[in-house]
């Protein structure tokens, strides 16, 4: 396995290419609490039979709500800057659909570096369902993207998904722990080979392999 590990200092900052970034910790307990009763909000109105004035009033309050929060919104491209248990630093994308830590729709899976590469537990709720009981095909690759971008950026450079090949091998399935690990295969260049798993009991229920391809950093080498 050939792994070109950078330091932290190496890496590039967002902040170099105009992009705000919040570190982790200021990220006010209030957004976090909001973030997780919404999570659980998506899930309770993707499954109600509440009845139709139960329903009316609801969306007349998450209206109402909506407008509230809107009067001050996040710059696009916002990231959040995290610092993993190793004692590295990670950046990602504040609202990402997998990750995001502002975003209600995001599991979220929280990765972790181990010699290997990432590892991550999630749990999924029927928001995530494709076939009855069962994560969606798409869901188990943006776990595997994620997972694959993830260790490639922390482990080399950032970069863009150029390819990635999911096998599904066995349903994965909902409200169950699933283990997501991803490892750096090679760096030739400006490409990264990654590969990332994903186990239900133990069992791999999906195997991917991708392509990352670092993108250019104004005020890098490659820049
Ligand atoms: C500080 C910032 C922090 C950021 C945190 C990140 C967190 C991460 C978490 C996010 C995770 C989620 C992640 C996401 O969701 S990423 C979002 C999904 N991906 C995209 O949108 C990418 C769209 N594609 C592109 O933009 C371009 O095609 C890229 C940038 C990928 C390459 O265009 P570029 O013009 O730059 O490069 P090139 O064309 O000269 O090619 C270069 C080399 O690569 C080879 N090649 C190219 N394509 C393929 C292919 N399909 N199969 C096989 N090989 C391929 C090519 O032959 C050449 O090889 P060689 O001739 O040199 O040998």
Not at 57 to 84: F, K, P
Not at 167 to 190: A, H
Not at 192 to 217: C, D, K, N, P
């Amino acid at each position: 396995m050939t792994v070109n590990t950078q330091s932290v200092a190496e890496r590039p900052d967002p902040r170099a290419f105009g992009l705000p970034v919040v570190e982790q910790a200021q990220i006010p307990a209030e957004l976090r609490s909001l973030v997780a009763r919404v999570h659980d909000l998506i899930d309770a109105v993707a499954n109600t039979e509440a009845d139709a004035d139960t329903l009316a009033e609801a969306a007349s309050t998450v209206e109402g709500l909506t407008d509230g929060l809107n009067v001050a919104r996040r710059q696009i491209g916002t990231m959040v800057q995290r610092d993993l248990q190793s004692g590295d630093t990670e950046f990602g994308t504040i609202t990402n659909i997998v990750a995001g830590d502002t975003n209600p729709a995001a599991p979220p899976l929280l990765l972790e570096r181990t010699p290997e590469g990432l590892r991550g537990e999630v749990t999924l709720n029927t928001v995530y369902q494709g076939p009855p009981g069962l994560v969606h095909g798409g869901w188990i690759a943006a776990l595997l993207d994620q997972a694959v971008g993830s260790v490639s950026a922390v482990e080399t450079a950032p970069g863009l998904t150029a390819n990635l090949n999911v096998d599904y091998r066995r349903p994965t399935p909902l409200f169950t722990p699933l283990e997501v690990t991803s490892w750096v295969e090679r760096v030739e260049g400006r490409k990264v080979f990654v590969a990332g798993r994903i186990r239900a009991h133990g069992e791999v229920t999906a195997e991917a392999t991708a392509l990352m391809i670092q993108v250019s950093v104004p005020g890098t080498q490659e820049g």
